[in-house]
């Protein structure tokens, strides 16, 4: 089975501090996503990344950032998290090659901002 | 552009009783529909898809949809309702040229004993 792992449950920070949100696959998958959920919106695409070294933004990319530089693990950098970034905050992964099979994710990090 | 509607925030269903919970899309091209269910403070699991060929899709825990291309609808169904069914379901689409998913904004199932 496809693992994604997230490395913190729960995190709790303070506004303006810079913070690091770690996801890790384990099934050689290119296909790396950050989402956010928030009731009533559903899940947002914030950055995908196809393989190493490469990022794409998606629908909400502002006051984020993201780092690949290994396969297997995607990084998500709050450069100054904000309260509105409280959030709980999802990554999944996806093979490349079939690319009409399911996204799988982690269990996902949930994130106040003080 | 690619979108999901999934119209009711909350189903209410009684244990043993059929459930439908809707779920409609907007493509340009051939959309990629999938539906993934989300238990108390864990991530998505995967239910079912569908991709081509028979409209009706069978998937994970007795779970099935049907596809409806002129309605542009991809309705989740269950012939009898658990309680360890209540979760927060979502619908997702992809349309074809496109790389990623787009979510609808989660239907709560509520089942009663």
């Known amino acids: 089975d496809v693992k994604v792992t997230q490395s913190s449950r729960y995190l709790v920070k303070r506004t303006g501090e810079k913070v690091f949100l770690e996801c890790v696959q384990d099934?050689?998958?290119?296909?790396m996503f950050w989402y956010r959920q928030d009731p009533g919106l559903g899940l947002r695409l914030i950055y995908f990344?196809?393989?190493?070294?490469?990022?794409e933004k998606g629908d909400i990319p502002e006051g984020y950032s993201v780092s690949r530089e290994k396969k297997e693990r995607f990084s998500l950098i709050l450069e100054s998290a904000s309260t509105n970034q409280t959030s709980m905050y999802l990554c999944?992964?996806?093979?490349?090659?079939?690319?009409?099979?399911?996204?799988?994710f982690g269990d996902g990090t949930r994130l106040s901002i003080l | 552009a690619q979108s999901v509607a999934q119209p009711e925030d909350q189903v209410n269903v009684a244990e043993g009783n059929p459930l439908t919970v809707k779920c409609t899309y907007s493509?340009?091209?051939?959309?990629?529909l999938f539906w993934y269910v989300q238990y108390p403070n864990r991530g998505l699991q995967f239910l079912l898809k569908?991709?081509?060929?028979?409209?009706l899709v069978k998937g994970s825990y007795g779970f099935e949809a049907e596809f409806n291309k002129s309605q542009t609808s991809f309705h989740l169904k269950k012939p009898s309702a658990l309680v360890s069914d209540s979760a927060l379901y979502f619908c997702?689409?992809?349309?074809?040229?496109?790389?990623?998913?787009?979510f609808g904004k989660g239907t709560m199932l509520l089942v009663s004993p």
């Open positions: 999944a992964s996806r093979s490349a090659q079939h690319s009409n099979q399911p996204q799988h």
């Open positions: 099934m050689d998958h290119e296909n």
């Open positions: 990344s196809y393989d190493v070294k490469m990022k």
């Open positions: 493509v340009s091209g051939n959309p990629y």
């Open positions: 569908y991709i081509t060929g028979d409209n």
């Open positions: 997702a689409v992809r349309d074809t040229g496109y790389s990623t998913l787009t």
